[in-house]
C-alpha cells in the first residue's frame, strides 16, 4: 500500500522506492525518506530551507569537506538494478566552484559541477558516465533527470538524461553496463573545489525509482502531472484519507480531510487499517475514529433536481433517480432539513416501493431508485433545504416558494389593425417564480385568452383553449388573448384581462385614412441632388411638412425589387387611401395594388388640382414592386442619381386609374417631373 508522503507531489508512485521533499520545519536536525521511513541527519552546515522548489527544500553549502551530507543506508536490494530512474530539482546561487552530488559517491550518482562551466553529469561508476549537458542559466530551478535501463542496447538507449523534462544529448564516456549499483549508502552531498568561493546550492524532490520511466512520464513530472501511476493506492495520514492515483493525481477515497485519532473500534482498528465490511460487502478504512467505506466502489454523481416557484406550506416531490451500475456498493442513505423523507423503490416510476417514505437511515443499492420530498416555507419566495446524503454524496436540494407578488405587464398594445377582424395578441410567459393566479377578462370586444403549458412557448396545444370563463395558471404558463376590432377606422378598443391582482387594459386601434397628394413641386432624375428612393423620400417628408400634414410619408418609387420598392418599405394599410380634400383613391393596399385605382390622384400636398397626364417619376408597377429592378441607366435614372439627358428614368401621369398611373414610359434624366406622397 505505501506509505503517507508529506511533500509537493502527493504519495509515492509506483515503482518510486526513495522520496526526500524536504519538508521538514526549517532549521530541522534530521529529514526523512518519505518511503522507507529512514532519517539521516542534517548538519555540516547542510540545513532545511524555505526557499525549496516544492516548500521547503535541503541547502547544500560547497565550502564544506566533501560529501558531508545526509547518510542514508539503504536496502541491498537496491544494489545492481537494471533500470532505475533519479530524479531532482536543483539550484544554485552562482556558479564558482560549486559542484554536489546525489546518490553513491563511487557508483550511480548525479552531479553537476560548477567549475566545469555549469555542467551535469550521471555516473554509472568512478570511470563511466554521461555529461556534458550544459546548464547556462544555473540560478534558476531546474529538474535534472536520468533514467537508466540495462535492457537496452548502445549507450544512448542505457541511459537518458533529461533536463527539465526534455531529453538532452550528453557525451558519454565508457560503456554503459547492464547493471547500477547503489550499493548501501547514498548520499545528499557536496564536493567543493579548490578555492571555493563559498556559493550553495538548494536541492528538493530527489525520487528514485526501480525503473525506467518513460520521456512522456519524465515531461509530465516536469509539468507537475505525474504525481503518481495510475492503480496506485495509499493512506494519507496527513488527510487521514485513503486516496487512489487516476493516472493524472491522487484522488481521496473518503471525507477529507478524516476524523485522525488513536484507532476505531468495533472492530477495533490502528489508522489506515483496512477490513471488509461483509455485512455491507463494502471494503473500509479507519480513519482514526471512524471506519470509512471505500470511495472507489462509486459514488453517485448527482443529486435532485432544485424547485422553484412551489406553492407555500405544501409538501413538494423530487424527481426519481436511480443508482448507477457504476456504483459497487451499498450506500446508507441519510436526510435531514425540512421536514425531509424520501423512499427507495426498485423501478423509476416507484410502483414498487422498498423503503416507504421516511426519514431514518437506510441502505440502497445499486440498479435501486430513490425519491425525496420536503415541506416547503410559509413565506412568500423562500427557499427551504433538505439535505440528502448517499454514501459519501450530499446533495442540497432546495425547494422555493412562489413570488405571490403581482405581474407587473401583459400585453403589448396593437395599432393599424384592420376593422371589425379578430386580432391575437403575442404569447407572454408567466415568470416561472410566480405563484398560481386566476386570470378574468371583460370589457368591449368579445375578449377570450388561452393558457399553455410552460413547454408550449407557441401554444401549439393549449392547456385552456380560448375561453372567457375565469381560470388559474400557473407560474411558468403562457397566456395568449384575442378580441375584435372596433367597425370604425382609427377607433380604440380595450378589453381588460385580469392576472391575479394585476388588470391590463390592452389596446387594440383601428388602422386610419392615409392621405395621398402630388408633390407641387418637381425633380430631376437625380431628385435635384438628394439621390435614391431615400431623397424621394426626404422631398415627401419636406413637401408633407409645408403644407402641415402629420405623419410619415414615403414616395412611391423604386430602384430594386425586396429591398426599396414599396411593396417593401411601405405599411399595407387597411384603411382607404385618400387626397387631401377626401376623396377616397383606393379602399385598401390591397386595392391599390390591384391594378385599378378607385379614383386618380390629382391633388398636390395643398389640395391644389394637378393637370391631368403630368409626369410622375416612379419605377413602380401596378403591384408596388420595382418595374425594372437594379441599377439601370434607361429605366431608373440609374439608381435615381442621374440627372443627364442620356439616362431616362420611368414616370405615371396623373389623373390615370389604370395601369398608366404609375407604369407608363420614360422620359430623359434631365426632365423634371414630381412625385406621390403616401402616408404610412
Same mark, same amino acid.
Given at each position: 500500500m505505501?506509505g503517507a ?12 522506492i526513495?522520496?526526500?521533499p524536504?519538508?521538514e ?10 518511503i522507507?521511513g529512514?532519517?539521516a541527519t542534517?548538519a555540516?552546515g547542510?540545513?532545511i530551507t524555505?526557499?525549496g522548489?516544492y ?13 558531508p551530507g545526509p547518510?542514508?543506508l539503504?536496502?541491498?536490494l ?5 533500470a ?6 536543483f539550484?544554485?546561487?552562482n556558479s ?8 553513491n559517491?563511487v557508483?550511480g550518482?548525479?552531479a ?11 555516473v554509472?561508476?568512478?570511470?563511466i ?8 542559466d544555473?540560478?534558476?530551478?531546474h ?7 540495462g535492457t537496452q542496447?548502445g549507450n544512448s538507449?542505457r ?5 527539465d ?11 554503459i553496463?547492464?547493471?547500477?549499483t547503489?550499493k548501501?549508502?547514498f548520499y545528499i552531498g ?8 563559498g556559493?550553495s546550492?538548494t536541492?528538493?524532490?530527489i525520487?528514485?525509482y526501480?525503473?525506467?520511466?518513460s520521456?512522456a512520464?519524465?515531461?509530465n513530472m516536469?509539468?507537475d502531472l505525474?504525481?503518481?501511476i ?7 495520514s ?14 481521496a ?5 478524516g476524523a485522525g485519532g ?8 490502528s489508522?489506515g ?6 455485512a455491507?460487502?463494502v471494503?473500509q478504512?479507519c480513519?482514526?475514529t471512524n471506519w ?6 462509486g459514488?453517485?454523481t448527482?443529486?435532485f433536481t432544485n424547485?422553484?416557484?412551489?406553492a407555500?406550506n405544501s409538501?413538494?416531490q423530487?424527481?426519481?433517480?436511480a ?6 456498493c451499498n450506500k446508507?442513505v441519510s436526510?435531514?432539513g ?9 423501478d423509476?416510476?416507484?410502483s414498487?416501493v422498498l423503503q &416507504?417514505w421516511? @426519514?431514518s437511515n437506510? +441502505? $440502497?443499492?445499486?440498479? *435501486?431508485?430513490i425519491?425525496?420530498?420536503? !415541506? #416547503? /416555507?410559509g %413565506?412568500s419566495?423562500t427557499q427551504?433545504?433538505?439535505?440528502i446524503t448517499?454514501?459519501?454524496y450530499t446533495?442540497n436540494?432546495t ?6 407578488t403581482?405581474?407587473?405587464?401583459l400585453f403589448?398594445?396593437?395599432?393599424q389593425?384592420?376593422?371589425s377582424?379578430?386580432v391575437?395578441?403575442?404569447i407572454v410567459q408567466?415568470p416561472?417564480?410566480k405563484?398560481?393566479f ?18 408550449d412557448?407557441t ?5 385552456v &383553449?380560448?375561453? @372567457?370563463s375565469?381560470n +388559474? $395558471?400557473?407560474?411558468g *404558463?403562457y397566456?395568449?388573448a384575442r378580441m !375584435? #376590432? /372596433?367597425? %370604425? ?10 392576472v391575479?391582482?394585476?388588470t ?9 385614412n392615409?392621405t395621398v397628394?402630388?408633390t407641387?413641386?418637381t425633380?430631376d432624375?437625380?431628385?435635384n441632388g438628394s439621390?435614391g ?6 422631398a ?11 405623419g ?5 418609387t ?9 411593396a417593401t418599405?411601405f405599411?399595407?394599410?387597411?384603411a382607404p387611401?385618400?387626397d387631401v380634400s377626401g376623396?377616397?383613391?383606393a ?6 395594388t390591384?391594378g385599378?385605382l378607385?379614383?386618380?390622384i390629382?391633388k ?12 410622375v417619376y416612379t419605377?413602380v408597377s401596378?403591384a ?7 441599377n ?6 440609374a439608381?435615381?442619381?442621374?440627372n443627364?439627358?442620356?439616362?431616362q428614368?420611368?414616370?405615371g401621369l396623373?389623373?390615370q386609374?389604370g395601369?398608366s398611373?404609375?407604369?407608363s ?5 434631365n426632365?423634371t417631373d414630381?412625385l406621390y406622397c403616401?402616408q404610412q
Amino acid at each position: 500500500m505505501g506509505g503517507a508522503a508529506s511533500g509537493g507531489l502527493g504519495t509515492a508512485p509506483s515503482g518510486m522506492i526513495h522520496y526526500w521533499p524536504f519538508n521538514e520545519a526549517a532549521g530541522s536536525s534530521s529529514t526523512t525518506d518519505q518511503i522507507s521511513g529512514v532519517s539521516a541527519t542534517v548538519a555540516n552546515g547542510f540545513s532545511i530551507t524555505t526557499s525549496g522548489y516544492y516548500g521547503n527544500g535541503l541547502n547544500v553549502p560547497t565550502n564544506t569537506p566533501s560529501h558531508p551530507g545526509p547518510l542514508f543506508l539503504l536496502d541491498d536490494l537496491y544494489d545492481s538494478m537494471s533500470a532505475m530512474t533519479l530524479s531532482l530539482w536543483f539550484k544554485a546561487s552562482n556558479s564558482g566552484n560549486t559542484q554536489f552530488f546525489v546518490g553513491n559517491y563511487v557508483n550511480g550518482h548525479a552531479a553537476w559541477n560548477g567549475t566545469l562551466t555549469n555542467k551535469l553529469y550521471f555516473v554509472v561508476t568512478g570511470s563511466i558516465y554521461a555529461g556534458n549537458v550544459l546548464i547556462p542559466d544555473f540560478t534558476n530551478w531546474h529538474m535534472l533527470t536520468a533514467v537508466f535501463d540495462g535492457t537496452q542496447t548502445g549507450n544512448s538507449n542505457r541511459l537518458k538524461l533529461y533536463l527539465d523534462g526534455t531529453l538532452q544529448s550528453p557525451t558519454y564516456t565508457g560503456t554503459i553496463p547492464t547493471t547500477v549499483t547503489f550499493k548501501t549508502t547514498f548520499y545528499i552531498g557536496a564536493d567543493p573545489g579548490p578555492g571555493d568561493s563559498g556559493d550553495s546550492v538548494t536541492l528538493d524532490e530527489i525520487r528514485l525509482y526501480k525503473r525506467a520511466l518513460s520521456a512522456a512520464e519524465v515531461s509530465n513530472m516536469y509539468n507537475d502531472l505525474l504525481v503518481c501511476i495510475a492503480g496506485d493506492m495509499v493512506y494519507n495520514s496527513a488527510s487521514h484519507v485513503y486516496q487512489y492515483c487516476n493516472g493524472l493525481q491522487w484522488v481521496a477515497m473518503g471525507p477529507v480531510p478524516g476524523a485522525g485519532g488513536s484507532g476505531c473500534s468495533s472492530p477495533t482498528g490502528s489508522e489506515g487499517s483496512m477490513i471488509f465490511n461483509s455485512a455491507s460487502s463494502v471494503e473500509q478504512y479507519c480513519d482514526g475514529t471512524n471506519w470509512i467505506a471505500l470511495w472507489n466502489c462509486g459514488e453517485m454523481t448527482q443529486g435532485f433536481t432544485n424547485l422553484v416557484g412551489q406553492a407555500l406550506n405544501s409538501v413538494v416531490q423530487s424527481g426519481i433517480i436511480a443508482v448507477p451500475s457504476s456504483i459497487k456498493c451499498n450506500k446508507t442513505v441519510s436526510i435531514s432539513g425540512a421536514s425531509g423523507e424520501f423512499q427507495i423503490c426498485s423501478d423509476n416510476a416507484c410502483s414498487t416501493v422498498l423503503q &416507504t417514505w421516511g @426519514s431514518s437511515n437506510q +441502505t $440502497i443499492s445499486s440498479g *435501486q431508485f430513490i425519491q425525496a420530498e420536503q !415541506t #416547503t /416555507s410559509g %413565506s412568500s419566495n423562500t427557499q427551504t433545504t433538505a439535505t440528502i446524503t448517499i454514501g459519501g454524496y450530499t446533495d442540497n436540494w432546495t425547494a422555493t416558494t412562489c413570488d405571490s407578488t403581482d405581474i407587473s405587464s401583459l400585453f403589448i398594445n396593437l395599432t393599424q389593425q384592420n376593422a371589425s377582424t379578430q386580432v391575437t395578441s403575442s404569447i407572454v410567459q408567466i415568470p416561472s417564480t410566480k405563484c398560481s393566479f386566476t386570470v378574468s377578462v371583460s370589457g368591449s370586444g368579445s375578449p377570450q385568452y388561452q393558457i399553455c403549458a410552460s413547454s408550449d412557448p407557441t401554444c401549439t396545444a393549449p392547456l385552456v &383553449t380560448w375561453t @372567457s370563463s375565469n381560470n +388559474t $395558471i400557473a407560474g411558468g *404558463q403562457y397566456i395568449e388573448a384575442r378580441m !375584435t #376590432t /372596433s367597425a %370604425s377606422w382609427n377607433t380604440a378598443v380595450v378589453p381588460a384581462i385580469t392576472v391575479g391582482g394585476y388588470t391590463d387594459n390592452w389596446s387594440v386601434t383601428t388602422d386610419y385614412n392615409k392621405t395621398v397628394f402630388i408633390t407641387s413641386t418637381t425633380y430631376d432624375g437625380g431628385f435635384n441632388g438628394s439621390n435614391g428612393t431615400a431623397g424621394a423620400d426626404a422631398a415627401c417628408a419636406a413637401r408633407a411638412s409645408a403644407a402641415s400634414l402629420s405623419g410619415t410619408f414615403l414616395s412611391w418609387t423604386a430602384v430594386t425589387t425586396g429591398t426599396d420598392d414599396p411593396a417593401t418599405r411601405f405599411f399595407h394599410s387597411f384603411a382607404p387611401y385618400k387626397d387631401v380634400s377626401g376623396t377616397t383613391i383606393a379602399t385598401s393596399w390591397s386595392n391599390l395594388t390591384s391594378g385599378t385605382l378607385t379614383a386618380a390622384i390629382s391633388k398636390n400636398e395643398s389640395g391644389v388640382a394637378v393637370g391631368a397626364n403630368t409626369h410622375v417619376y416612379t419605377n413602380v408597377s401596378t403591384a408596388g414592386q420595382a418595374r425594372t429592378s437594379g441599377n439601370n441607366a434607361t429605366r431608373n435614372c440609374a439608381s435615381w442619381t442621374n440627372n443627364t439627358n442620356g439616362d431616362q428614368g420611368r414616370y405615371g401621369l396623373t389623373g390615370q386609374t389604370g395601369t398608366s398611373w404609375t407604369d407608363s414610359t420614360e422620359e430623359n434624366c434631365n426632365t423634371t417631373d414630381r412625385l406621390y406622397c403616401f402616408q404610412q
